[in-house]
């Protein structure tokens, strides 16, 4: 057990130094200028080794952003006799509040965004996280993923969360990411919401 614990610290303490090295060389030279090749050195690391970790140089731009989607574990994690509508919102805030206040994380959101393989690969890591989200308000709700209830929910929970997150992004990041997302959910709170009829 305690073998298995140190190869998972330093799988992670590797795959953090691959990030922080590509995410330096991306600032600097920009992502489609730098190379595996490139990363790999400034990490310190095999070309393999690198590979193994990353397939792909837009999974590596990606991992810091990675961590903060996974609405449905969240959820899976509030008590059962929490009120659906207080567990969602404390879902969306604990998949919110672990964004880093490193400025180079916000830089590499705008190169995600404006550079297209790495932007395509973020929006079908956002559609998993709707799928397995909608996974797990049909456990809660005891109903099939696929229930009109369920995909209005979980949709409508995932803009309450991009809503968010654009609010935090487009800040100067000197709040704390927990005052953004309560100001978000007051405000979606507020809101009339007209549905197409």
């Known amino acids: 057990?305690?073998?298995t614990g140190l190869r998972e610290k330093k799988a992670a303490r590797t795959r953090q130094q691959i990030v922080d090295a590509a995410l330096d060389l991306f600032l600097a030279h920009g992502f489609e200028q730098t190379t595996m090749e490139e990363i790999a050195e400034r990490a310190e690391i095999g070309s393999s080794t690198l590979y193994r970790y990353f397939p792909s140089k837009d999974l590596?731009?990606?991992?810091?952003?990675?961590?903060?989607t996974e609405i449905g574990d969240h959820l899976r994690e509030r008590p059962g006799d929490e009120p659906l509508k207080e567990s969602l919102g404390a879902a969306v805030k604990g998949t919110l509040v672990g964004f880093t206040t490193d400025d180079r994380v916000a830089e590499v959101r705008r190169i995600v965004d404006n550079t297209p393989g790495p932007r395509a690969k973020l929006w079908d890591v956002m559609m998993t996280s709707r799928d397995r989200l909608e996974h797990a308000l049909g456990e809660r709700l005891g109903l099939a993923a696929d229930d009109l209830t369920v995909v209005l929910t979980a949709r409508m929970s995932m803009v309450v969360y991009e809503l968010a997150a654009e609010a935090w992004w487009a800040g100067d990041h000197s709040r704390a990411v927990s005052d953004v997302v309560d100001e978000t959910l007051e405000r979606v709170q507020a809101a009339t919401v007209v549905i197409p009829g």
């Open 1 to 3: 057990m305690a073998a």
């Open 60 to 68: 590596v731009i990606l991992e810091p952003l990675l961590g903060f």
